[in-house]
């Protein structure tokens, strides 16, 4: 439905005007206020109590689209967790996670408190319907109800939010991992409050590591701790999932260790890309092309950023600092994702440190042949890179904390090849 319509069935409703209707709701949806929660506010604003406008259809998970308006599910609660946000200037609690029945799972949000846990099987009855990340989310507001059902729903999804880190996604709530705090450090940042302090860094288990942060710091979490975090969420940060705990979340220190994987999931190209992103990831690809931007360049002294002719995006005209930087085109035949290299490695595969680059430049009187210079060494080799994946609509990009040919025959690499497509002896 668009605004037009949901404006037109509130005012016949209320026998208010349209246009003044049309107007609150459209200020409403503007502040990403969900569109059941919006029509809600504007029937108590006009008197009409928080009742829905309609009967609900009821209908199976899948058959949920963003074009209904009220619904009845019946479902079993696989996941909930707890989070405060701001809403029209007020700290909000609200519970969130994912429903599922025997046909598919949905993500839901609750505005208040209905009492159902993990594990319970629930008919939710006049639900909202919104997108959220480009998928359908049930909405439960002033007008939603929830009954506990006697029977078990059987559904082919896991109940209960324990996971590996190297199960998280962007956007999981309720979840709950074992984790040992690899790295920490206190930061001091400016919230929605004003000044926060706040705990970041990095944890680890036997699957992966993962950034996290700490908006209501623990004390348990230290580093070196093996801890047990329940009710945590999942935001997507730089392109990879980032571990959030709350002040709803529970830290729980374990009486024994977790050990920590030294080794990066390894993946194909094409399968690290389809995810979305990874904080520690190992790909493997010949270098096809090294980038535009690549050998000595200038950066900002301000923000750090690339900058071209002295000038800085956010700064404007500045006096560059030299530095050196390899972004190389990295193809193993699933995909292609540009591997950015820092001045450490760079200068390895140079050959020689920034004080011999700008040598290189000045007798060259070109800045270029410090990039021709790591093109000629790079392009057409084989390499295995380890670093954080980022993707986004320009495309994948790999910060790599390491990266090295590899010890495979390329022509071991061709009868393997060959082999696999059934051609030759």
């Known amino acids: ?16 005007d349209k246009e003044e209707v049309k107007e609150d709701l459209e200020n409403l949806l503007q502040y ?28 199976d998970v899948a058959d949920l689209t963003t074009e209904h308006d009220n619904v009845t599910v019946t479902v079993r609660v696989l996941t909930k967790g707890t ?11 609200i519970r969130e996670g994912e429903f599922a029945d025997e046909t598919g799972a949905v993500s839901y949000t609750a505005w208040q408190e209905f009492g159902f846990e993990p594990g319970d099987t629930v008919t939710v009855g006049n639900a909202g319907v919104r997108e959220w990340e480009g998928s359908p989310e049930l909405n439960l507001g002033d007008s939603t109800s929830v009954a506990l059902e006697n029977e078990e729903l059987p559904v082919p ?23 040992r705090i690899v790295e920490v450090e206190d930061r001091v940042i400016d919230g929605r409050d004003g000044e926060t302090e706040i705990l970041s860094g990095v944890i680890g288990d036997e699957t992966a590591r993962l950034p996290f942060t700490d908006w209501d710091p623990h004390p348990e979490i230290e580093a070196g701790a093996s801890v047990r975090l329940e009710d945590v969420y999942v935001r997507e940060y730089r392109g990879a999932p980032s571990v959030n705990i709350s002040a709803f979340s529970t830290v729980e220190e374990l009486d024994r260790e977790i050990v920590v994987t030294d080794d990066a999931p390894s993946m194909s190209i094409g399968e690290a890309v389809a995810g979305g992103g990874l904080f520690d990831v190992e790909l493997t690809g010949s270098v096809i092309e090294v980038r535009d931007g690549s050998g000595l360049i200038e950066r900002c002294p301000e923000c750090n950023r690339a900058i071209q002719n002295g000038e800085c995006r956010s700064h404007g005209s500045v006096d560059g600092e030299d530095d050196l930087r390899t972004k190389a085109i990295l193809d193993d035949g699933t995909g292609t994702c540009t591997v950015i290299l ?6 390895e595969i ?33 390499y295995g890179a380890r670093g954080s994946l980022s993707v986004d609509e320009y495309g994948a990009n790999l910060n790599a904390d390491e990266f090295a040919p590899t010890d495979v025959d390329p022509g071991e690499r061709a009868h393997e090849l060959l082999a696999e497509l059934g051609v030759g002896p």
């Open 350 to 382: 140079y050959g020689g440190d920034l004080d011999d680059a700008r040598e290189a430049a000045r007798e060259a009187m070109d800045r270029d042949v410090v990039a021709d210079a790591i093109a000629a060494e790079l392009e057409g080799g084989e």
């Open 32 to 59: 990403s206020v969900p569109v059941d929660e919006a029509k809600q506010s504007i029937r108590r604003k006009h008197g009409g109590g928080g009742g829905g406008d309609g009967t609900p259809e009821s209908l």
């Open 1 to 16: 439905m668009d605004v037009d319509t949901h404006a037109e069935e509130l005012a016949s409703a209320l026998g208010v």
């Open 342 to 347: 820092d001045r450490e490695i760079t200068e």
């Open 83 to 93: 989070r405060s946000i701001r809403y029209q200037g007020e700290d909000i609690t």
């Open 157 to 179: 999804y896991e109940v209960g939010g324990d996971r590996d880190l190297i199960g998280l996604a962007a956007g999981d709530r309720g979840r709950n991992i074992e984790a």
